[in-house]
């Protein structure tokens, strides 16, 4: 089935730094691949997503872009806040005809010090 | 605010005790979720209602028995927990049939079993 591979951490940046968590894919097909993302004490929010090869998802200053040459979709940001302090998660739908199922990363945790 | 009401936000229990969680979504969705996420393992899936019929039902134990009385409305029955299943659970709506739709997540309900 789908599955995909995320840095796992933790990262701990100061603030304005440049951003990248790494995520790669396997899949069957092109399906669409989503980052979200789980602030303290909350639940898990869609960031952004890509549905095809060559999109570019983007969100809050966060980009990714659906490579299907090296299979990755890796998140990035320029300039880091505090605010930006979470988990981060990648993820695609799971294969299979009639499945519901987001398969997910373990999860990428981001401390940004000021 | 996300959309999806979950109650309540912590919970504490003996393995002995029956309890129950509460999800309630107010986004028109046509399916809902229960997922486990436990320190340093990705996140679970448990239960998927779609129209308010169980799909998908990833193994989970008997000691956890979802019900899913309408559309809006997803509960999680507990009974004779075990100290592992101390976890976030987490539930989730989504509008399946309309392609890429994300996932919408509550904030959670974090169980302490004694």
């Known amino acids: 089935g789908n599955s995909v591979t995320q840095m796992e951490g933790p990262v701990t940046l100061s603030e304005e730094a440049f951003l990248t968590i790494n995520c790669t894919y396997t899949a069957t097909g092109y399906p669409s691949l989503f980052w979200y993302v789980q602030y303290p004490g909350e639940g898990l929010q869609l960031l952004l997503k890509?549905?095809?090869?060559?999109d570019k998802g983007s969100n809050k200053g966060f980009e990714a872009t659906y490579r299907k040459e090296t299979t990755s979709f890796h998140l990035e940001k320029g300039s880091v806040q505090v605010s930006d302090s979470a988990v981060y998660f990648c993820?695609?739908?799971?294969?299979?005809?009639?499945?519901?199922?987001?398969?997910f990363g373990k999860g990428t945790k981001l401390s940004v010090i000021p | 605010e996300t959309g999806v009401t979950q109650t309540p936000r912590h919970l504490v229990m003996g393995m002995t005790n029956k309890k129950s969680l509460k999800c309630e979504q107010h986004l028109g969705h046509n399916a809902m979720y229960w997922y486990k996420q436990s320190a340093k393992k990705p996140l679970e899936l448990m239960f998927v209602y779609s129209l308010e019929e169980r799909v998908e039902n990833n193994s989970v134990p008997s000691r956890f028995s979802p019900e899913c009385p309408n559309s809006s409305h997803l509960f999680l029955h507990l009974h004779t927990l075990q100290p592992e299943d101390s976890a976030l659970y987490l539930c989730?709506?989504?509008?399946?049939?309309?392609?890429?739709?994300?996932?919408?997540f509550g904030n959670g309900t974090r169980l302490t079993v004694t």
């Open positions: 989730a709506s989504s509008q399946q049939g309309q392609y890429n739709s994300p996932l919408h």
């Open positions: 890509a549905t095809k090869a060559d």
């Open positions: 993820a695609l739908p799971h294969s299979g005809a009639g499945s519901y199922q987001l398969t």
